[in-house]
């Protein structure tokens, strides 16, 4: 199938147009009475859901190639840890100083935060909520592989662990937690997605779910802000309509980067960027904690000034941590 050939080849560059979209999200760049720029800005935490989407994409494979669950949560341990410990002790380090907490408070944040459950657990502060999710989400993909993989109907399996996941949030309504949960079909989708297809593909039907899909997710989330702003928060309705819109948003994002896969000037640094989304995430998150509830900046230069650094330190940080990791590995091979 052509859309799942695409998102392997090109999900390094859709996943820095959708970290670029987050840090874009959290900025407060004044742009919201600019008609297009204000809206895709005002949308800009579905950028934490094309993460989400690929991520499920991407572990379906890598349980695929995994021998054992140990090699497949080394792997993933191998590329996390090195990543997040450093980044979240710094974090501790350098903000709970700033927080005026007690003493129980602080620890229950530190540990919160480098076990990434602070959201779970609902400690006083955390690094992220997303963080939370990427540990649900670790846990949870090997469940969800054998299900789909050892399905005699699989497409009929997918649309229940939707639907199931769907449930898991609505268990949530009108709570804190409902953020993080209300993702939880959009990883499910993700995952489903990269199951081989049995039988004659129909691309013209694909096609035509993908673009009524991503029209009714726009509309729900049009009429939501515009006409039921209650359900948003409550509801969720600020994250659920992304099922709808983030599957075909990816899909069309590869077959445009197929289309353009000459143009290695625009690509291969959205790749990198996409290569280093996990590190620019940390610390993107990190900054706009602290320019909005510590500085508490007003001036549209400032974040414009935080935002393009936090991107410049997760770079850094990813080059530096991955050029570590290789010496570590050949030092090893070595010996």
Not at 204 to 217: D, E, I, P, R, T
Request: aromatic share 14%; glycine share 6%; hydrophobic share 50%.
């Amino acid at each position: 199938m052509q859309q799942r050939k695409d998102l392997t080849a090109w999900r390094d560059p859709i996943k820095g147009i959708a970290i670029l979209w987050v840090c874009f999200f959290h900025a407060r760049l004044g742009l919201n009475h600019i008609p297009v720029i204000g809206s895709i800005q005002q949308v800009g935490y579905l950028g934490a859901d094309v993460l989400l989407f690929l991520s499920g994409y991407g572990l379906y494979h890598s349980l695929q190639r995994s021998q054992s669950l140990k090699e497949y949560y080394t792997r993933r341990l191998k590329r996390l840890l090195p990543s997040y410990l450093p980044i979240a002790i710094l974090w501790c380090i350098i903000m709970i100083p700033m927080l005026d907490l007690s003493t129980v408070q602080a620890i229950r944040s530190i540990v919160g935060t480098l076990s990434m459950m602070g959201f779970i657990a609902e400690t006083p502060r955390y690094l992220n909520w997303y963080l939370s999710l990427i540990l649900i989400t670790l846990i949870l993909a090997p469940i969800l592989h054998s299900f789909l993989s050892n399905a005699k109907r699989p497409l009929l399996t997918w649309a229940l662990l939707v639907l199931a996941a769907c449930a898991v949030g609505l268990c949530y309504v009108a709570h804190n937690q409902l953020i993080m949960y209300s993702r939880l079909p959009v990883f499910v989708l993700g995952m489903g997605f990269a199951m081989p297809r049995n039988g004659k593909e129909r691309p013209k039907l694909s096609l035509l779910l993908y673009v009524v899909g991503f029209a009714a997710g726009c509309t729900i989330l049009w009429l939501c802000m515009n006409r039921y702003i209650e359900l948003l928060m409550d509801y969720g309705m600020y994250w659920y309509p992304g099922a709808l819109m983030i599957p075909p948003l990816c899909v069309a994002l590869g077959f445009l980067f197929r289309l353009c896969s000459k143009a290695t000037l625009l690509i291969a640094p959205l790749r990198l960027l996409g290569q280093a989304s996990f590190e620019i995430f940390l610390f993107n998150t990190w900054f706009e904690f602290y320019c909005k509830e510590i500085a508490q900046y007003t001036e549209p230069r400032d974040y414009l000034l935080w935002m393009l650094f936090s991107i410049a330190a997760g770079l850094a940080a990813h080059i530096g941590i991955s050029a570590i990791m290789r010496l570590f590995s050949q030092k090893s091979t070595n010996a």
